[in-house]
């Protein structure tokens, strides 16, 4: 089984703080790693991937991979009050020509003003 | 919004009824995903199509049959389905299989009576 475990939260942080998400796997064969930010109700959306470790900065975001560890984490810098959402952690296995993405349960984030 | 997009957004339907839902994408892609999400599980995938051709059903039961015309529309028609089977259907497409990023289209919110 190939299970990707988050904590579903949720997590509160206040506005302006930094908000962490983590999230860790089981399946060392896996190679590349996903966030995906989902609002409520609507469809997710891709915000990082990342594939080699340490840590990959996009604008606010950080995501950090420990491929020791079996570990990706999440990072939000200067949280606003529009990223509350709940966030996914997907993975997928080396060599795997089908696109499979094994999703965790999403963590649920709130930053309140 | 992405350019993938999905019909009906809401669907309720009887257990011996029979339904479709459609998936369509204009972003070029050659891969096309079907996806239930349920509350408090991880995203399941259940079937991808690649240039057309089915390459993986991920064990789902025959009560859905997937379709695809062409590597822009897929369909999933429902019959005689359960009320365990209500949750939200996402459709994704990615350009070719083993790419990195799936789009997701908005999803049908499925209510089984």
């Known amino acids: 089984q190939k299970e990707v475990e988050q904590n579903s939260g949720p997590l509160s942080v206040p506005e302006g703080a930094i908000a962490s998400l983590n999230c860790t796997y089981s399946?060392?064969?896996?190679?590349?790693f996903f966030w995906y930010r989902q609002y409520s109700g609507k469809s997710p959306e891709l915000i990082m991937s990342?594939?080699?470790?340490g840590d990959k900065e996009d604008g606010r975001f950080t995501a950090q991979l420990n491929k020791a560890s079996q570990y990706v984490s999440l990072l939000i810098r200067d949280s606003q009050p529009s990223d509350s959402a709940t966030y996914l952690c997907a993975a997928r296995r080396r060599g795997s020509t089908l696109g499979r993405l094994y999703f965790g349960r999403g963590t649920q984030l709130t930053v309140w003003p | 919004e992405t350019g993938v997009t999905q019909t009906p957004r809401h669907l309720v339907m009887g257990m011996t009824n029979k339904k479709s839902l459609k998936c369509e994408q204009h972003?070029?892609?050659?891969?096309m995903y079907w996806y239930k999400q349920s509350a408090k599980k991880p995203l399941e995938l259940m079937f991808v199509y690649n240039f057309k051709e089915q390459t993986e059903n991920n064990s789902v039961p025959s009560r859905f049959s997937p379709e695809c015309p062409n590597s822009s529309h897929l369909f999933l028609h429902l019959h005689t389905l359960q009320p365990e089977d209500s949750a939200l259907y996402l459709c994704?497409?990615?350009?070719?299989?083993?790419?990195?990023?799936?789009?997701f289209g908005p999803g049908t919110r499925l209510t089984v009576l």
């Open positions: 399946d060392r064969g896996s190679q590349s």
């Open positions: 972003l070029g892609h050659n891969a």
């Open positions: 994704a497409s990615s350009l070719l299989t083993y790419t990195d990023t799936q789009y």
């Open positions: 990342i594939y080699s470790n």
